[in-house]
Nanobody, 121 residues
Framework: QVQFVESGGGLVQPGGSLRLSCAAS????????MSWYRQAPGKERELAAT????????NYADSVKGRFTISRDNAKNTVYLQMNSLKPEDTAVYYC??????????????WGQGTQVTVSS
């Protein structure tokens, strides 16, 4: 059974920092690319950051580039999102996402339950 435990969300003032964690189980974590998506109230879900299965390559949305850093620890089956210089427009529910072809055939995708990040003074 696939499970994600997301943590690290909360309320922070503009300019502050948060670190999100997503601990995964129930699938071969090291064979999946991992991403963080976010969804603000009244808006569509958008991709914030992605990291390849081995951690050698990352990609970021223009809106978070230079402020957010995605990383992973395959020994701990965990992906992280370090968020610095937070802005009110970063307020959203942040979702952990896994995508991969562990058997070389079918594409599998899994989602976490989301964690709320609120940036406000």
């Amino acid at each position: 059974q696939v499970q994600f435990v997301e943590s690290g969300g909360g309320l922070v003032q503009p300019g502050g920092s948060l670190r999100l964690s997503c601990a995964a189980s129930g699938f071969t974590f090291s064979r999946y690319a991992m991403s963080w998506y976010r969804q603000a109230p009244g808006k569509e879900r958008e991709l914030a950051a992605t990291i390849t299965s081995g951690g050698g390559s990352t990609n970021y949305a223009d809106s978070v580039k230079g402020r957010f850093t995605i990383s992973r620890d395959n020994a701990k089956n965990t992906v992280y999102l370090q968020m610095n210089s937070l802005k009110p427009e970063d307020t959203a529910v942040y979702y952990c996402n896994a995508v991969g072809r562990p058997d070389g055939l079918g594409l599998y995708e899994y989602w976490g339950q989301g964690t709320q990040v609120t940036v406000s003074s």
